[in-house]
């Protein structure tokens, strides 16, 4: 896990090295946009028997967007994303924490308004791994058997403080189900995702 932390924030700080030139031109002149973005996803999984957004991960990778008109961008990311749910202490439930990581591509339409940005589109999310512990702490991830290709519909809002720096939130959904287990049920995962960047 520290690893694959390791190899996205490298990532990150390598991206925003290598297109901090266009950040250089002239405004009339650029036709792309780039920007490391970092901050915590917030997330929860209809179906699993534990409520509320209470399951908190890393957010990490970076933007790049594609300026197609004065208000409208086009925008392809990709990031680290930690998902999953886990059990509230009142909460009556068989499992304690489901938590999976995740790479994730989303593909966006922006749309520009004074300091604001607004998103849309869809996102693949690649499920790297995954672990899920009871309510006494036990490891039981072998019994569980989950789909590595997740596909989320996803609509959010960027402010932006200055003309580079800003802070975006996220609403996604997944369209697929989580669960690989035939006739185990549904599992759909949702995520609140606010994170900062820094446009190049």
């Known amino acids: 896990m520290k690893r694959i932390v390791q190899r996205v924030i490298g990532v990150v700080l390598l991206s925003g090295i290598a297109l901090s030139g266009w950040g250089q031109q002239e405004d009339r002149q650029r036709r792309f946009v780039a920007a490391p973005i970092v901050g915590f996803n917030m997330s929860q999984i209809d179906g699993d028997d ?17 300026i197609l008109a004065p208000r409208w961008r086009l925008a392809m990311e990709i990031q680290f994303l930690q998902q999953g749910s886990r059990r509230g202490k009142n909460e009556a439930a068989g499992l304690d924490r489901i938590q999976l990581n995740t790479v994730e591509v989303p593909f966006l339409v922006q749309f520009l ?25 036990a490891e039981v991830t072998d019994d569980f058997e989950y789909t590595s290709d997740l596909f989320f519909i996803a609509g959010g809002i960027t402010f932006m403080f200055t003309d580079r ?20 049920g549904t599992l759909i995962s949702r995520n609140i995702t606010v994170r900062a960047l820094y446009e190049f």
């Open 50 to 66: 534990l409520f509320g957004y209470r399951k908190i991960g890393l957010a990490a990778g970076a933007r790049v967007s594609a």
């Open 113 to 137: 308004e004074w300091k604001f940005q607004i998103n849309a589109g869809v996102t693949y999310s690649r499920v790297i791994n995954y672990e899920i512990t009871d309510v006494f702490g």
């Open 165 to 184: 720096l800003g802070v975006d939130l996220r609403l996604s959904r997944a369209l697929t189900n989580l669960n690989a287990q035939e006739g185990a």
